[in-house]
């Protein structure tokens, strides 16, 4: 991700307040860890090299393994000339995981890495199946707003036989609509999606913040389409601590931000369905998901019902409305009882885990455009530093074969 504090030493791991798992990664979590793009061929073996290092980095640090690299090696290119590809053990999936989360260069949540609760979902093959284990992904993390760093690993690429995959880049996601007079309701970001899932026969409300379904793509079945149970998504009505008026803008948020769209890559092998979660930082809702022009562009709008002066740039009444804001997402969501972090907290967090890491002889790769949040950048130390950038595997990847998503994913 970014780079380390000038001004500021890294606090150790003790000497920061230490929830028990961390958060989610980038603007609105929507692309993690992406370093050099890996392209998964449906088709092609797995390049037992791949295999070998990671099973290596396995060994190295769990050296209790019940094989030696060499004799699971022996094992692994057998079944890769038998099929063009193996299957990782239970125990190999895991610590595959989470890796790719250490490793995630656009993160700055991963002091708690080893902390993610990985779901072994291999087995699910209709597209009913999966959908359940969604939902109970969603019960997981979601931990009555106590949220947790969650993980579900579904079927792999194999040769001949391509994975299972959602059209969604999020497993919530909130629709948008455009209306006659070129103006938009809800997310713009989601437009095409929205259009897609009404041509399946979803019955849109209209709202600003309906939840879309989910299209389950899985081979030997058309795409399926179906509703997020409404229990299972937990959202937070925005309030400000200081100026009751803000709650009648009606805004809100949900709580668990699952990212759907990203490859698992361990090993030489593929999972382009594993969708997994941290909580939010505060500033992916208040900073980007509400206020970027191309998504619901609302800082105007917050500002005039705020009272400031939108009549010159010179008043600096964008950057007084998008503190507002921010202050009115960590509030409502600590008042509602929902994890979420700030983004000076996590920041230092951030240089806890570069110091831990470093103390292992382990690089960090980041990236510093990443790292940095979108709100006083400066006065977080992870500013104020350069980082290393390399594409270390298990990693996250963009998937380029999404699925047959009309709408161009």
Known sequence: MNSEALLARAPTADAIEQPPAAPP?????????????????????????????????????????????????????????????????????????????????????????????????????????????????????????????????????????????????????????????????????????????????WQAPGGPFDVLPLVVDAPGHEPQLFDVPGDLVLEVALSHPERPEFAALGLRWHAVPAISNMRLRIGGVDYPLAPFNGWYMGTEIGARNLVDSDRYDLLPAIARHLGLDTGSEATLWRDRALVEVNVAVLHSFRRAGVRVSDHHTESRRFLAHLAKEERQGRLVPADWSWIVPPVSGSLTPVFHRYYDEADQRPNFYPDEARSRCPYGH
Do not use: K
């Open 25 to 201: 990664c980038g603007p609105d979590s929507a692309e993690v860890g992406v370093g050099v793009e890996v392209r998964a061929e449906v088709g092609v073996g797995v390049d037992v090299a791949e295999a070998e290092d990671f099973l290596g980095l396995l060994h190295a640090e769990h050296p209790d393994q019940p094989l030696t690299v060499r004799q699971r090696m022996h094992q692994v290119r057998a079944e890769v000339a038998d099929t063009g590809s193996y299957a990782h053990t239970a125990d190999e999936l895991a610590f595959g995981a989470r890796v790719a989360w250490r490793n995630s260069s656009r993160c700055i949540g991963r002091l708690y890495w080893q902390s993610l609760r990985v779901l072994d979902r291999r087995d699910a093959t209709t597209p009913r199946e999966i959908h359940r284990h969604l939902c109970e992904h969603l019960r997981q993390a979601t931990n009555g707003g106590r949220i947790r760093p969650t993980i579900s690993v579904f079927a792999p690429d194999r040769p001949g036989r391509p994975a299972p995959r959602l059209w969604n880049d999020q497993l919530i996601r909130y629709a948008g609509y455009r209306g006659d007079d070129g103006r938009t309701v809800g997310d713009p970001a989601h437009l095409d999606l929205t259009e897609a899932v009404r041509r399946l026969g």
